[in-house]
């Protein structure tokens, strides 16, 4: 198992900025894709970026330019960096990895959710 706490949320007005953090309780290096994911009220959750082991990155259009993943292997914490924030970006995020090179901990993870609100 592997347990994910995802933090950062909040409210902000249009054209503001949030950096959303998430502590997974495996180290990074044994986490084989790592994600941030939201779901606005009444759709379904959609992926907002992805990076797999290899160091390949995926952005979604809406968000390209605007938000930045980052982490720190000191800390062991994976970072969203969300800027020009608006207000579609409305919207529970969560962290998720999935390992996929281990048998024993083999699984798709989620952090518990964090709430961001951008304000017009």
């Known amino acids: 198992q592997v347990q994910l706490v995802d933090s950062g949320g909040g409210s902000v007005q249009a054209g503001g900025s949030l950096r959303l953090s998430c502590a997974p309780s495996?180290?990074?290096?044994?986490?084989?894709?790592l994600a941030w994911y939201r779901q606005a009220p009444g759709k379904q959750r959609e992926v907002v970026m992805t990076?797999?082991?290899?160091?390949?990155?995926h952005y979604a259009d809406s968000v390209k330019g605007r938000f930045t993943f980052s982490r720190d292997t000191t800390k062991n914490i994976m970072y969203l960096q969300m800027n020009d924030l608006k207000p579609e970006d409305t919207g529970v995020y969560s962290c998720?990895?999935?390992?996929?090179?281990?048998?024993?901990?083999?699984?798709?993870?989620w952090g518990q959710g964090t709430q961001v609100t951008v304000l017009s």
């Open positions: 495996r180290s990074l290096f044994t986490l084989d894709v």
């Open positions: 990076i797999e082991v290899g160091g390949a990155t």
């Open positions: 998720n990895v999935q390992v996929r090179s281990s048998r024993t901990f083999r699984g798709d993870y």
